[in-house]
């Protein structure tokens, strides 16, 4: 069977493909980029194209049933999925995401404190709605923190390139642009990324993937210069037209370590105080079963 990879707005399938990783891991593979992970699929042209107020993120389109074998989301929203038995969570590496909350270079918004009743753009129920909330936390009571929920990435530095969103959090590529573009970080929420598995894939085929995409974030460590072009790959044409890409940085990187279940555990409790587990079981004794070791 082949096995089915969703690319996830970041270098390192690239970066495998181009070497001959999965190849040489044995890996019979294909892409899958229009899946929800994809950089550009569902982004608007232009910001008054931008759909507003969407309830409905990773978390829903996990449980809705990826049609690949492996992809990721931020691990709030793999672990819930997971927990509801939707598919299965990696347990033997994770990545860290860089990310943001950006605003504009001449904004009235100096300070965290300041975001207190202000609408930040995120995406619901993925890495830049619970990761907006953790990095808020230290600044802002809950009712003080005030959320939008404006879909992908690329929507969300579009309405604040236009001027028609106060922040956005973004991650990934538009977190690079808005940076070379001049918008302000005025928040790091830098988050982790977890890998969400299909019930249906085969367990000697994850490995051989995530051999070749270990080898392939050594090769970015070592020379991120020679692979700075695949960001145009993982962006909108207009967007990547306004950038150097050869300015980013390398995005997200995978970590070889355990997703423990203390990591589970207090994700899945932080979560349940901030009831972001509607409907969702508490099955955290059931660690074994939910996490792919």
Not at 152 to 160: E, H, K, Q, V, Y
Not at 166 to 191: C, H, I, M, S
Not at 206 to 212: H, K, L, P, T
Request: proline content about 5%; overall charge negative.
């Amino acid at each position: 069977m082949t096995f089915v990879i969703q690319p996830h707005v970041r270098l390192h399938e690239w970066v495998a493909e181009e070497h001959g990783f999965f190849q040489q891991e044995g890996l019979d593979y294909e892409f899958e980029t229009e899946g929800f992970a994809g950089a550009t699929v569902g982004t608007v042209s232009s910001a008054s194209d931008v759909p507003i107020q969407i309830r409905s993120g990773a978390l829903e389109d996990m449980e809705a049933g990826r049609k690949s074998d492996v992809s990721c989301a931020c691990h709030w929203a793999v672990n819930a999925s997971a927990t509801g038995g939707h598919g299965k969570m990696y347990g033997k590496a994770y990545s860290v995401c860089p990310s943001g909350i950006f605003v504009a270079s001449d904004s009235e918004l100096e300070q965290p404190e300041d975001l207190a009743g202000v609408e930040v753009g995120v995406g619901y129920h993925s890495g830049s709605h619970y990761s907006a909330i953790q990095a808020l936390e230290p600044f802002l009571s809950r009712e003080q923190i005030k959320l939008s929920y404006i879909g992908r990435p690329f929507d969300r530095a579009r309405l604040l390139l236009d001027g028609r969103s106060p922040a956005v959090n973004v991650w990934g590529a538009p977190y690079y642009l808005l940076e070379q573009l001049g918008f302000r970080k005025l928040l790091d929420t830098t988050f982790i990324m977890g890998f969400f598995i299909s019930p249906h894939a085969a367990a000697d085929d994850v490995e051989r993937y995530f051999r070749a995409l270990l080898r392939a974030q050594q090769e970015i460590d070592l020379e991120p210069q020679h692979y700075m072009h695949y960001w145009k790959r993982e962006m909108p044409e207009d967007l990547a037209g306004l950038v150097d890409v050869r300015r980013f940085g390398p995005g997200e990187r995978i970590v070889p370590q355990p997703y423990t279940r203390e990591m589970f555990e207090r994700t899945h409790r932080w979560m349940r105080e901030w009831n972001l587990l509607e409907g969702s079981e508490d099955s955290t004794e059931r660690y074994e079963e939910i996490v792919l070791g």
